[in-house]
């Protein structure tokens, strides 16, 4: 990886830092040229647009949580198992300070048509697939009940995770994690009987 890729990189993890702050709509290439004491022109290089780096930021941060959150579950037996580690690493996710990204993101662009508007619906799209499919293997493998409906039990899934976002975030809930825990020990035993 040369210098400039280096650059690029460590300028999107900042960015995606300030975004699960202040929101994508929040992120300028000027905030960010202060953030990371680089020229505005320079980023202006690497972006070319606000869009471009709001886009961009949201693909980092999902290769991010594929490496963080995903990698581990899928090294986990198929399954409760790995839908355990799956959700484990994503409340360890939405711990970080301002939360989800994708959370924000999804509801500060849910009615603002345009490429990033695409961007977080074709990622929300590819997560609930992941979980579906995950769902689907424990159906497969006999973990689960064979009626068991994965795209259904995937909705349910991230909705826990959704919920625990405001529980935790917005409303400080000090029981946020013990009561997302408890209704994905629910889900999963509903998927087991």
Same mark, same amino acid.
Request: aromatic residues 6%.
């Given at each position: 990886?040369?210098?400039?890729?280096?650059?690029? *990189? /460590?300028? *999107?993890d900042e960015a995606a830092r300030v975004a699960r702050a202040v929101g994508l709509g929040g992120l300028t290439i000027g905030t960010l040229a202060e953030r990371t004491a680089l020229?505005?022109?320079? *980023?202006?290089?690497?972006?070319?647009?606000?869009?471009? *780096?709001?886009?961009?930021?949201?693909?980092?941060?999902?290769? @991010?949580?594929?490496? @963080?959150?995903? @990698?581990? /579950?899928? /090294?986990? %037996? @198929?399954?409760? %198992?790995r839908l355990r580690v799956l959700f484990d690493g994503w409340l360890r996710w939405e711990a970080a300070p301002g939360g989800c990204l994708f959370v924000t993101a999804a509801a500060e662009f849910h009615h603002q048509p345009g490429v990033v508007r695409e961007e977080v619906v074709r990622g929300e799209r590819d997560m609930l697939d992941m979980i579906s499919t995950m769902f689907r293997a424990g159906v497969a493998d006999g973990a689960f009940r064979a009626d068991l409906d994965p795209d259904q039990a995937a909705y349910e899934f991230n909705g826990i995770l959704l919920v625990f976002h405001q529980a935790f975030h917005l409303l400080e809930d000090e029981r946020a994690e013990a009561r997302a825990r408890l209704a994905l020990d629910t889900l999963l035993d509903r998927a087991r009987r």
């Open positions: 990886m040369g210098k400039g890729e280096e650059t690029r *990189l /460590a300028v *999107l020229s505005k022109s320079g *980023l202006f290089g690497h972006f070319k647009s606000k869009e471009s *780096l709001q886009v961009q930021v949201l693909q980092h941060a999902r290769t @991010r949580f594929v490496d @963080r959150v995903v @990698r581990a /579950a899928l /090294a986990a %037996p @198929r399954g409760e %198992p």
